[in-house]
């Protein structure tokens, strides 16, 4: 039986979401937040308290529940849909329309 059971297939796609989300993103994507880093970080920072409740969520709940939840206000396709399209503040715009901030 694997260490971390059925819960690991989460896992790579966890771990690939926080990357990004952390900023590991491609060159591709850094280039274009260069212009306006100011304004990006803060984006980021938004991105990021959004996180903060999903980990706290994580914590609290497991992750199965936090993971489920996170799927429900944010699919993982829209997500990075967005991120590669928009960015980091076309998700946290995002995130504010959907009141997720």
């Not at 937040?33 to 994580?58: G, H, W």
Request: charged share 25%; glycine share 6%; proline share 6%.
């Amino acid at each position: 039986m694997p260490a971390f059971g059925s819960r690991s297939r989460g896992l790579p796609r966890l771990t690939a979401l926080t990357c990004l989300l952390l900023g590991v993103a491609g060159p591709a994507l850094r280039a274009q937040t260069l212009p306006d880093a100011p304004q990006e970080r803060a984006c980021r920072t938004e991105v990021s308290k959004f996180e903060e409740t999903i980990s706290f969520l994580r914590h609290t709940q497991g992750m199965e529940a936090a993971a489920k939840l996170k799927e429900e206000l944010l699919p993982a396709r829209l997500e990075n849909e967005i991120l590669m399209q928009q960015g980091y503040c076309g998700l946290a715009r995002h995130l504010r329309e959907k009141h997720l901030l």
